[in-house]
């Protein structure tokens, strides 16, 4: 059944003109007056509801009743994920939020080749946290996780808390993951871009109580990285059986 996000406050029995973004995926499925679909908003819980009308430019929906879904992950994970190039961070992102992260914080680094400042990076994060919706939509998702406002490497440092266990994906003095017991609390993971992290940055994060782990003895790019590594954890202490 389609499912579509919403940012409107919902409940049984509620009639609502839907916005134009669904109006026109609405249109694009071919869907029919009186076909069901689901809504959400972010509190967790879902919405069917069902379709009173669709034109070209206006749809009506009545929700036919509120049901809790709790299919989010018990692993909370925080990406830290310097800005890559080109599709590659839509992708990476996209796919994270599907493997159930909890929120991502992109940073510049030093070997960062894409530099984004102002308007130009608040617009990228909009765009950035319409992606992470539309893999909500996609996957089952019904608490969307946060895109925060782009910021310094250093800066996202700074902003570590202490009680969430911290790795850094690097050769560097590196564990394997099967040997960290995380914390409870949960995960701040952080990937570097293309170029991987410079040798002062990887001493900034040791400073700031990361740890070191590894995917094994092949290079992974960026991407690749941080998708296989949230299986991992996923695997290990997540949801994936």
Same mark, same amino acid.
């Given at each position: 059944?389609?499912?579509?996000?919403?940012?409107?406050?919902?409940?049984?029995?509620?009639?609502?003109?839907?916005?134009?973004?669904?109006?026109?995926?609405?249109?694009?499925?071919?869907?029919?007056?009186?076909?069901?679909?689901?809504?959400?908003?972010? /509190?967790?819980?879902?919405?069917?509801?069902?379709?009173?009308?669709?034109?070209?430019?206006?749809?009506?929906?009545?929700?036919?009743?509120?049901?809790?879904?709790?299919?989010?992950?018990?692993?909370?994970?925080?990406?830290?994920?310097? &800005?890559?190039?080109?599709?590659?961070?839509?992708?990476?992102?996209?796919?994270?939020?599907?493997?159930?992260?909890?929120?991502?914080?992109?940073?510049?680094?030093?070997?960062?080749? &894409?530099?984004?400042?102002?308007?130009?990076?608040?617009?990228? &994060?909009?765009?950035?946290?319409?992606?992470?919706?539309?893999?909500?939509?996609?996957?089952?998702?019904?608490?969307?996780?946060? &895109?925060?406002?782009?910021?310094?490497?250093?800066?996202?440092?700074?902003?570590?808390?202490?009680?969430?266990?911290?790795?850094?994906?690097?050769?560097?003095?590196?564990?394997?993951? /099967?040997?960290?017991?995380?914390?409870?609390?949960?995960?701040?993971?952080?990937?570097?871009?293309?170029?991987?992290?410079?040798?002062?940055?990887?001493?900034?994060?040791?400073?700031?109580?990361?740890?070191?782990?590894?995917?094994?003895?092949?290079?992974?790019?960026?991407?690749?990285?941080?998708?296989?590594?949230?299986?991992?954890?996923?695997?290990?202490?997540?949801?994936?059986?």
């Amino acid at each position: 059944m389609p499912r579509f996000y919403l940012t409107d406050s919902l409940e049984s029995g509620q009639t609502l003109d839907l916005p134009d973004n669904i109006v026109r995926h609405l249109n694009v499925l071919r869907l029919k007056h009186e076909e069901e679909i689901v809504l959400f908003n972010g /509190n967790g819980h879902v919405y069917p509801a069902r379709l009173l009308g669709l034109e070209k430019r206006r749809a009506r929906a009545e929700v036919l009743r509120e049901e809790p879904a709790d299919n989010e992950s018990p692993l909370n994970i925080t990406l830290i994920q310097s &800005v890559s190039s080109g599709e590659r961070m839509d992708f990476t992102l996209q796919k994270s939020v599907e493997l159930g992260v909890s929120e991502i914080q992109p940073v510049i680094s030093e070997r960062t080749t &894409v530099r984004l400042q102002g308007g130009r990076a608040d617009k990228k &994060v909009e765009r950035w946290q319409e992606i992470v919706i539309s893999a909500c939509e996609q996957s089952g998702r019904n608490i969307v996780p946060n &895109v925060l406002p782009l910021m310094s490497y250093r800066q996202a440092l700074q902003k570590m808390p202490s009680e969430k266990t911290k790795l850094l994906l690097s050769l560097n003095r590196a564990q394997k993951l /099967n040997q960290i017991q995380p914390s409870s609390d949960g995960l701040i993971f952080m990937v570097g871009p293309e170029g991987g992290w410079t040798e002062q940055e990887e001493q900034q994060a040791f400073a700031a109580g990361f740890q070191s782990v590894t995917l094994g003895p092949r290079v992974l790019r960026t991407e690749t990285a941080s998708l296989a590594a949230i299986a991992a954890m996923q695997t290990l202490w997540g949801d994936f059986v």
